[in-house]
C-alpha cells in the first residue's frame, strides 16, 4: 500500500470514528438535555400537590424524579467522556497530519509547524470541537423543552420561542468583526512565536554580538501585541455576548408578563406557570448558548483555514527520474542540468560517474553546491536536462542506495548506538565494525555504545561528528555518496582522516567542496569546476 493510500485509510477511519462518537454524542446529549423539563415538571407539580395537601403522593414524586436525575446524570457522565475522547481523537490526527505534512513538504517552516501544533491545535479544540459538541446539546435540550413548553400552553409557549430568537441577531452582526479580530491575533502569535524560536536557536550569536537587550524589547514588543490582540479577541466576544445577554433579559421578561397575564385570565395553575417559567428558561439559555457557539464557530473560519493550509499540503512529484540501464559501468549521468531555484544559477552541467569512481566539484561559496545536491536528491526541481542514475543505484525512496555527508552532523538526544541506528536494527558487529572504519576505536565498545550523547552532543568533536555521519552510511552500506562541502571547517588532523575516508569509501563518491587543497584534489579521478556553469 503506498503512503498516500495509507493516508486515506487513516483519515477514512478517523472519519468514521469521529462520526460514531458524534452519534452517542447526540443519543446520550439528548437524554441528558431531559434535565431541562425534569426540575421543571417535578416542580410545578410539587407546587400544585402540596397546595391541594397532597403529600404522600408528593412523596412518591420524589422517588420517581430522583431515579430520573439518576439516569441524567448517568447520561452526562456518558456524554462527557465520549467528548473527551473525541478531542483525543481529533487532536492526535491533527498533530501528526502536521507533522506528516512536514515530511511531505519541508520547505514550509517550522516554526508554523510548532505554532500549528502547540497554540492552534488547541484554539482549535477550545472554539471548533467544544462549540460543535455543545451546540448538538444546546439544540437538542432548546427542542425537547420547548416540546414541553408548548404541550403546557401553545400560545405561551410560541411566545417563549419567537422572544427566544430576538438575541438570535447577534451572531450576524459580529460576525466579521470576531472573525477579524481572531484573524489579528492569529498572525501576530505566529509572528511572536516565529522570533521567539529564532532567539532560542540564536541565543549565542545575540548574547555574543552583544544585542540581548535589543532582542528582548523586539521580543517584549511582539508580546505586548499579541497580547492586546488575544485581549481584543476575547473584548470582542464579550461585546457580542454582553448584547446577546441584553436582549435575552428583554425575552424573559416580556415572556413572564405574558404568563402572568394568563394566570390571571384562569388560563394556567400558578405550578403550570412556574414549570413553564422554569422549562421557557431552558429554552431560552440554550437558544442563546447555541447562538454564542454559533457565533464562536464562525469567527474560527482563519483556524480551519490554518489548519486546512498545514495539514492539505500534499507531497508533490518533484522530478521525474527513471532509472536507466547503462551499457557500461555507469551509474549516474547528469546531461546539461541546470540547477536553481526561480531562475537557474547552474547552466549546462554535464558529467557521468562510473561504479566506484571518486569525483570533486569544485566550487566558490554561495555558488550552488547545496542546490545541486539537494536537485540530486530529488528534494529540489531540476530546471533543465536531465539526472540518469543506473537501476542498481535508483531506488524509491531514493536515499536507499544514496546518502550524504554534510557540513552539519545532526546528533539526536540519546545513546551513541540510537544516533548511529536512527531507530532502525543493525548487528552489534557490524555496528563496531563502521566504528573502528571511521576512526571512531574508541567508542567501539558496548559501554561506549550506551552512552548518552546529550543535547548539541558536545561531548563530539566537529572530525568526529562528522566521523559518525560516515559511520551511519557505512552501516546501510550506500553505494553513491554525495558529499556537501564536510571537509570544511575540519582542523588539519581530521581533514586528513576525513578526506581519507570520503576517498576510501566503498562505492562512487561526488565530493562537491568550497575549498580543496591541490595536493589532495589531484587524488580524485576527475574534477569538475563549477565556475564555468555559473555564468
Ligand atoms: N530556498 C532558496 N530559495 C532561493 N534561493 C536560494 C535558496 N537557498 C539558497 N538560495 C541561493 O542559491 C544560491 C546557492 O546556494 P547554495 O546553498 O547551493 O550554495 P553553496 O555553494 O552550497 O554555498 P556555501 O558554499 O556557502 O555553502 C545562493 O545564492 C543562495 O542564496
Known sequence: ????????????????????????????????????????????????????????????????????????????????????????????WLRSQAVASYNNHPQLQSSKILNFINVTIKQFENQIIDSVIMLIYCIEQAVITLFFVIKINPILGLTYLILGFIPAVVPFVFKKWLSKSTDRWNKSYQRYSLHTTEYFNGFYTIKRFES??????????????????????????????????????????LSLGLGVYFVSIGQLTAGALMSLYLAADRVTSPIISSIQFTNQLLSSRPLIDSCQKIISTKEKPINNIEPQKFRDDTVLKIDDGSFGYDKAIIHNLSFSASSGEKILISGRSGIGKTTIVKTMLNELKLLGGTIKYSKELYAKPIYDNIGVLAQETTIFTGTLLFNLCLGQNYPTTSILQVLHEVGLTKFANENALNMSLGEGANALSGGEKRKLELARLLLRNKKLLLVDEALSGLDKESYGQVFNLILNFPGTVIDIEHNVQPAFAKKYDKVIELDQYAL
Open 1 to 92: 500500500m503506498t503512503n498516500k493510500q495509507e493516508i486515506q485509510r487513516e483519515n477514512k477511519s478517523i472519519k468514521k470514528m469521529v462520526a460514531f462518537r458524534l452519534i452517542l454524542i447526540a443519543i446520550f446529549g439528548g437524554i441528558t438535555a431531559l434535565d431541562g423539563i425534569i426540575s421543571p415538571i417535578l416542580i410545578g407539580k410539587l407546587m400544585d400537590n402540596i397546595s391541594k395537601k397532597e403529600f404522600s403522593t408528593s412523596f412518591i414524586l420524589l422517588v420517581v424524579f430522583l431515579l430520573c436525575f439518576v439516569l441524567v446524570n448517568t447520561s452526562f457522565w456518558i456524554w462527557r467522556l465520549l467528548s473527551l475522547n473525541i478531542r483525543k481523537i481529533i487532536n492526535k
Open 212 to 253: 540581548l537587550l535589543i532582542f528582548k524589547d523586539k521580543l517584549n514588543n511582539l508580546l505586548n501585541d499579541s497580547e492586546n490582540k488575544y485581549y481584543q479577541m476575547d473584548a470582542d466576544k464579550e461585546h457580542s455576548r454582553f448584547v446577546s445577554n441584553l436582549l435575552y433579559s428583554l425575552s424573559t421578561i
